[in-house]
T-cell receptor, first 120, second 111 residues
């Protein structure tokens, strides 16, 4: 199946700093990527839809100035947590959509392994 | 709005069947999914079902859909220790749209 990578897998930062997380589709082009946040009690919350070459679409309640998303190429989307605070500590997961999979009848969204962010 | 609900925990004896239940609210959901997340790992798609289907079976996995009640279940036959994970129910309007996830059910296996 298609592979999506995330970097870094784990990051620890000081409060007030910014952290960038990368999401890459390794063997397909992804015009759309999704960013999720997984809370300690397991629930997976969609934060935003990242569209290549245009602005991201944020879900209700997600601060777009806090969580900056850039989708500069067909294989890379980045999520930057600006001025991070301890409450931003979480597991961030991206997924990339492979539209060519629609015609094959296979899964169209592939998930990255996640990035564990800890803000001290 | 879109909402997907699951119970948080399930414990079963090894060798028994596990049944994980899910309810959703969006009647326009066309695709319903089950994902598995093992400790420290990303999400793995187990199976999905179209809303016009009642049942789908794939080896040890059986998915049942009651569209009238907006209820989806995942049955794992002969549950093994390797099945220990968090199982997420999810839905989307189509296979190109965003996927909305439930809270996940943590399945634990006891000897």
């Amino acid at each position: 199946g298609a592979v999506v990578s995330q970097h870094p897998s784990r990051v620890i930062c000081k409060s007030g700093t910014s952290v960038k997380i990368e999401c890459r589709s390794l063997d397909f082009q992804a015009t759309t990527m999704f960013w999720y946040r997984q809370f300690p009690k397991q629930s997976l919350m969609l934060m935003a839809t990242s569209n290549e070459g245009s602005k991201a679409t944020y879900e209700q309640g997600v601060e777009k100035d806090k969580f900056l998303i850039n989708h500069a190429s067909l294989t890379l989307s980045t999520l930057t947590v600006t001025s991070a605070h301890p409450e931003d500590s979480s597991f961030y997961i991206c997924s990339a959509r492979d539209l060519t999979a629609l015609g094959r009848g296979t899964d169209t969204q592939y998930f990255g392994p996640g990035t564990r962010l800890t803000v001290l | 709005g879109e909402d997907v609900e699951q119970s948080l925990f399930l414990s079963v004896r090894e060798g028994d069947s596990s049944v994980i239940n899910c309810t959703y609210t969006d009647s326009s959901s066309t695709y319903l999914y089950w994902y598995k997340q093992e400790p420290g790992a990303g999400l793995q798609l187990l199976t999905y079902i179209f809303s016009n289907m009642d049942m789908k079976q794939d080896q040890r996995l059986t998915v049942l859909l009651n569209k009238k009640d907006k209820h989806l279940s995942l049955r794992i036959a002969d549950t093994q220790t390797g099945d220990s994970a968090i199982y997420f129910c999810a839905e989307s309007m189509d296979r190109a749209s965003k996927i909305i996830f439930g809270s996940g059910t943590r399945l634990s296996i006891r000897p």
